[in-house]
């Protein structure tokens, strides 16, 4: 049984920082692409970042590049996301998500979600 378990969520003021974890299970984890998304109410899930757990680049939705920060512990199965320098706007559920396919298959229609972690930022 796969299972993507975030955590980290909570409250920030703007400006301020906030890490989400993702523990994955139930996968071989080396060679899937590993993502963030985020939903706010009322609007559609976006992506925000991604990697491949065999290496490589970072990849990042412009709206958080040069504010967050994707890694990864292979040791612990987990995959981070290091959020700086916060906006109200950053406000949303953040979903972890995987698939073996691509980072354009993450992107659009990953295979496998966690259940979400909510974080709020006031001004």
């Known amino acids: 049984q796969v299972q993507l378990v975030e955590s980290g969520g909570g409250s920030a003021q703007a400006g301020g920082s906030l890490r989400l974890s993702c523990v994955v299970s139930?996968?071989?984890?080396?060679?899937?692409?590993m993502g963030w998304f985020r939903q706010a109410p009322g609007t559609r899930r976006d992506w925000v970042a991604g990697?491949?757990?065999?290496?490589?680049?970072?990849h990042y939705a412009d709206s958080v590049k040069g504010r967050f920060t994707i890694s990864q512990d292979n040791a612990k199965n987990t995959v981070y996301l290091q959020m700086n320098r916060l906006k109200p706007e950053d406000t949303a559920m953040y979903y972890c998500?995987?698939?073996?396919?691509?980072?354009?298959?993450?992107?659009?229609?990953?295979?496998?979600w966690g259940q979400g972690t909510q974080v709020t930022v006031s001004s």
């Open positions: 139930g996968l071989m984890y080396r060679g899937e692409w």
């Open positions: 998500a995987a698939t073996s396919h691509s980072l354009w298959r993450l992107q659009s229609s990953p295979t496998y």
């Open positions: 990697l491949y757990t065999d290496g490589g680049p970072t």
